[in-house]
């Protein structure tokens, strides 16, 4: 019997955790994960007591053909890796590895490419998390080192084009 390696056991985790999610256009599932002990879980969903767009019939965001990474402020959901964070003291998070899953609801694929929103990077950042691994296919994944996202500071950027 061949053993599964750890950061995939922990993705397999985060990916069950995606099936929760309630967008309509890609879920993504979050769990943190210190001293390997499981902190904190988060899926994609709407604020508590708020309506989801699997709720509604509509995500606001696809009607308008929005392009992935772009106008968030419309977007109903509150991200996996903020749900996850918001669950979590700092203390436990702190030098932590966020296990990052994510799939188009309309073929069932894992979301190619991707990574935190500016937002979120800004929220891992302050929450003291190291790594955030993420899946890229059922065994493959790519390891971010967070100190990465803070030496290459992407606001900057933006700030520069005004």
């Not at 709407?46 to 606001?60: M, Q, S």
């Not at 509150?78 to 964070?85: D, F, L, P, R």
């Not at 955030?132 to 290459?152: A, G, L, P, Q």
Request: charged share 25%.
């Amino acid at each position: 019997m061949d053993r599964i390696d750890k950061i995939n056991y922990y993705l397999d985790i985060a990916e069950t955790v995606l099936e929760r999610g309630t967008c309509l256009r890609r879920n993504f599932g979050a769990i943190i994960v210190n001293n390997d002990q499981i902190v904190s879980t988060g899926y994609t969903g709407a604020p508590r007591g708020r309506k989801n767009c699997c709720d509604l019939g509509f995500c606001i965001r696809q009607e308008r053909n929005i392009p992935r990474g772009e106008r968030y402020e419309l977007c109903r959901s509150v991200h996996a890796e903020a749900n996850a964070i918001i669950h979590a003291s700092r203390e436990q998070m702190i030098g932590a590895t966020l296990y990052l899953v994510g799939k188009e609801m309309s073929n069932g694929e894992y979301v190619q490419n991707t990574s935190s929103c500016a937002m979120c990077k800004r929220m891992v950042i302050n929450a003291g998390i190291d790594k955030v691994i993420v899946r890229n296919d059922k065994t493959d994944f790519t390891e971010i080192d967070v100190n990465d996202w803070i030496m290459s500071d992407d606001s900057l950027d933006a700030l520069r084009g005004y």
